[in-house]
């Protein structure tokens, strides 16, 4: 059975850092390509990041573009989230979502393309 586990998330001061983590299992995750999406309470979810199957296949939301580093570990099945200059605006809940793709595609930052994810870890950035 296909699932996902977040982890890293808790509560960080403004400019503070995090790295976040996604645990695999039951899949191979080398065929599929993995986003990390956000919820702030109110708001719809959101793109934050997502790698391919290659780590050198990778895409940003504008507000996270030079704090975000996404990056996998296939070997490990393991995809991670490195988060610095953390400000208010990033406090939300944050999911790893999966979806199969073929080698060469790139990967999107649309929720809606991602049919599994998991249950989220909670991120707040607070003084």
């Known amino acids: 059975q296909l699932q996902l586990v977040e982890s890293g998330g808790g509560l960080v001061q403004p400019g503070g850092s995090l790295t976040l983590s996604c645990a695999a299992s039951?899949?191979?995750?080398?065929?599929?390509?993995i986003g990390w999406f956000r919820q702030a309470p109110g708001k719809e979810r959101e793109g934050v990041s997502c790698?391919?199957?290659?780590?050198?296949?990778?895409k940003y939301a504008d507000f996270v573009k030079g704090r975000f580093t996404i990056s996998r570990d296939n070997a490990k099945k393991m995809v991670y989230l490195q988060m610095n200059m953390l400000n208010a605006e990033d406090t939300a809940v944050y999911y790893c979502?999966?979806?199969?793709?073929?080698?060469?595609?790139?990967?999107?930052?649309?929720?809606?393309?991602?049919?599994?994810r998991g249950q989220g870890t909670q991120v707040t950035v607070s003084s």
């Open positions: 039951g899949f191979s995750l080398d065929s599929y390509a």
């Open positions: 790698v391919s199957r290659r780590n050198s296949l990778t």
């Open positions: 979502a999966t979806v199969p793709v073929s080698l060469v595609v790139a990967c999107q930052l649309l929720p809606e393309k991602y049919p599994y």
